[in-house]
């Protein structure tokens, strides 16, 4: 789906990304990222958020929480992240972002909280209830400090991926604040939920959901009961030009992610302003039964978009010609991806230690995938800066 997109707008990143695997520079199964063009990318969203007099922090994840890519976005002008979960904070920190969001989308495990406050100090840690609440506030407390809280927040209409559902009552919420500005060592900071804004598939653009709504209620909530400064996270399929939208909304932060390396669903659809910047980059390993089969590990192919004709560049040398396009069968979430089957069938057929490029949001955070950074693409000069697996560590790569 998004190889179109590669093809289009950053040809010189697939040809060069060919390039330095045939050289033996990048492994197979690895997640490969233009550094120039994430660069790029965070100043046009930093620079859009901070007009919008938006707080501004950086989703890893998808791109393995590498510290190629958080320097290449702290270059762009973004210096905070936003923490998934506790893998999430351990790497950006390491990489020199400041965690600026701890707790959202997943709670920070109770033995962890003192440590994850005497370590990282989060501008804002969200708690889903009064428990988390405790924990965060007792770790900031023996850290010597008052933690910013976000409460997670939910009402009826609000839509949650299945999985992620939590957070405290929205009609509740005066009386949240209160009791989280009660605990030593906490404070009530503001409100946030996931997501805010969702791709729709029936209109095929990017809308507010319900919980967006809910935040805006809330916050006025708060305003009435005479609460200033309230913060108002609101996450989810961030792009540079969905930023006015969520301005509009009361919104006073936002958290882009596959934004930073232009890989919305919005970005299928439109040519907005941040370059793609992701592929996933593996090699031939064989032939059998008219399918060439390519080394797997790092396959996600992200829901968000119907089942399609999955395809991928093949080729022994650079290039994004069309010619070079084979139809790929991925192995179904249910099983192992250790190969996909490649359509080897007519003239030029696949052969082993030839590149497939493949053009898709990822996920590598929750796969085998190396990451790989390289510099130098808008420059005609490529270089490797980085190889790393998806906490953000040097691999041992090639063994």
């Known amino acids: 789906?998004?190889?179109?997109?590669?093809?289009?707008?950053?040809?010189?990143?697939?040809?060069?990304?060919i390039g330095l695997h045939q050289q033996g520079k990048i492994p197979a199964n690895a997640y490969v990222l233009d550094l120039d063009a994430v660069e790029a990318n965070a100043t046009i969203m930093g620079d859009e958020a901070r007009r919008l007099g938006l707080k501004t922090f950086a989703m890893t994840k998808q791109v393995g929480r590498s510290s190629s890519f958080c320097d290449a976005v702290k270059r762009g002008g973004i210096d905070r992240s936003v923490a998934v979960d506790m893998a999430c904070a351990r790497a950006t920190h390491k990489a020199g972002l400041k965690v600026g969001h701890l707790g959202h989308l997943q709670q920070v495990?109770?033995?962890?909280?003192?440590?994850?406050?005497?370590?990282?100090?989060p501008d804002y840690w969200t708690v889903f209830n009064d428990e988390k609440a405790g924990e965060a506030a007792a770790g900031a407390?023996?850290?010597?400090?008052?933690?910013?809280?976000?409460?997670?927040?939910?009402?009826?209409?609000?839509?949650?991926?299945?999985?992620?559902?939590?957070?405290?009552?929205?009609?509740?919420?005066?009386?949240?604040?209160?009791?989280?500005?009660?605990?030593?060592?906490?404070?009530?900071?503001g409100i946030t939920t996931f997501p805010a804004l969702l791709f729709d598939h029936a209109s095929r653009k990017v809308k507010?959901?319900?919980?967006?709504?809910?935040?805006?209620?809330?916050?006025?909530?708060l305003a009435k009961a005479g609460r200033k400064g309230i913060e108002v996270n609101a996450p989810g399929t961030t792009?540079?030009?969905?930023?006015?939208?969520?301005?509009?909304?009361g919104a006073t932060q936002c958290e882009p992610g596959n934004g930073l390396h232009g890989t919305t669903a919005l970005h299928v659809m439109e040519d907005l302003p941040e370059l793609p910047a992701v592929l996933y980059l593996t090699e031939v390993s064989h032939l059998s039964g008219g399918k060439a089969y390519c080394f797997g590990g790092g396959f996600y192919i992200d829901p968000i978009f119907p089942d399609y004709d999955v395809k991928a560049i093949v080729s022994p040398e650079?290039?994004?010609?069309?010619?070079?396009?084979?139809?790929?069968?991925?192995?179904?979430?249910?099983?192992?991806?250790?190969?996909?089957?490649?359509?080897?069938?007519?003239?030029a057929a696949p052969k082993p230690g030839d590149t497939a490029v493949f053009g898709f949001r990822g996920q590598a955070f929750v796969t085998r995938a190396y990451v790989v950074g390289v510099s130098g693409i808008s420059k005609g000069t490529p270089k490797v800066e980085t190889i790393e697996n998806g906490f953000g560590e040097t691999a041992a790569w090639p063994v």
């Open 141 to 189: 407390k023996a850290a010597g400090y008052r933690q910013g809280l976000l409460a997670r927040i939910r009402a009826q209409g609000d839509t949650f991926y299945r999985g992620h559902e939590g957070g405290f009552d929205a009609g509740d919420v005066a009386a949240v604040a209160d009791r989280l500005d009660a605990l030593e060592g906490g404070r009530i900071a």
């Open 1 to 17: 789906m998004f190889l179109d997109v590669l093809r289009r707008r950053n040809p010189a990143f697939i040809e060069a990304a």
């Open 109 to 121: 495990a109770r033995h962890e909280a003192a440590a994850a406050a005497r370590t990282f100090r």
């Open 239 to 249: 792009s540079s030009v969905m930023l006015p939208a969520l301005a509009e909304a």
């Open 318 to 347: 650079p290039t994004t010609a069309e010619a070079a396009l084979r139809s790929v069968e991925v192995p179904p979430p249910s099983a192992i991806d250790y190969y996909a089957m490649i359509d080897a069938s007519g003239p």
């Open 208 to 221: 507010p959901t319900h919980n967006l709504a809910t935040l805006s209620k809330a916050a006025e909530a």
